[in-house]
């Protein structure tokens, strides 16, 4: 990735996702609004691996390693709303 040009375009890219992001916000609730909330939270976060920290320029083992971690960090995540879920609430 040489240029300024396709930083420019992820730049812009994050900008919409996060105007969507705020309008999701005011116009959906429940779990459709936090499906979605979610979904482009991991679409920002894609773009901002793969052009920010350079995966798309880098080795196979880089980017099995990062997918890995990606991995991990999701199963943390997931046990701990199972958690939470399942917790009595009085």
Excluded: C, Q
Aim: charged fraction near 5%; avoid cysteine.
């Amino acid at each position: 990735m040489t240029g300024l040009r396709p930083l420019i375009l992820v730049w812009t890219g994050l900008l919409v996702l996060l105007a969507l992001t705020v309008t999701a916000s005011f116009l959906l609730s429940g779990p459709w609004g936090f499906m979605f909330s979610i979904s482009i939270a991991l679409a920002k976060a894609g773009l901002i691996f793969w052009f920010y920290m350079h995966l798309n320029e880098a080795s196979g083992v880089v980017r099995l390693v990062a997918l890995g971690a990606a991995v991990w960090l999701s199963i943390l995540i997931l046990l701990a709303s199972t958690d939470y879920v399942t917790r009595s609430m009085f």
